[in-house]
């Protein structure tokens, strides 16, 4: 699909919110989700990552650990905690590797982990399986919702 064919239908391509306070780190990795049909947007610290999250509730959230204002911690523990946020996907991408910060990213809430320096394969491959996983869970989502319906007015009559 062409570049021209994405941008035609920007409100179905899923969308991803890469957030790093790095601006190399931002470009490298919106440079990999080329090859991913996605819209992605930026944040560059841990409060306008959860603005962003506020006004565009994105599909995916690739998430730097480290960064000033407040923690990705912070961030994932924040948006797993709240209702209207917490089936959004995080992957923490970190240069952090010793287990009690693996630890400290699996108690805040994060689904998985991309280690940095980036490897392009890797990201790609984990980006692609949580963005099915999303989209099959809000299929399931509008399923049920659709059968409580179905069910709610077979009862009424």
Do not use: W
């Amino acid at each position: 699909m062409s570049q021209q064919q994405r941008r035609s239908k920007p409100d179905k391509l899923p969308v991803i919110l890469v957030v790093d306070d790095n601006a190399q780190n931002l470009e490298l990795i919106q440079a990999y989700l080329e090859d991913v049909e996605c819209r992605t947007v930026v944040a560059c610290d841990g409060l306008e990552a959860l603005d962003v999250v506020a006004r565009t509730k994105p599909d995916l959230v690739l998430l730097d650990v480290m960064m000033p204002k407040m923690s990705g911690f912070e961030v994932c523990r924040r948006l797993k905690s709240d209702p209207a946020t917490s089936d959004i996907p995080v992957i923490m991408v970190t240069a952090l590797n010793e287990f009690r910060d693996i630890e400290r990213g699996i108690d805040s809430g994060t689904d998985d982990f991309v280690s940095k320096p980036v490897n392009r394969l890797e990201l790609l491959t984990r980006v692609k399986t949580m963005l099915k996983l999303k989209h099959l869970s809000d299929t399931l989502q509008r399923t049920m919702a659709y059968l409580s319906e179905v069910e709610r007015q077979a009862q009424a009559t």
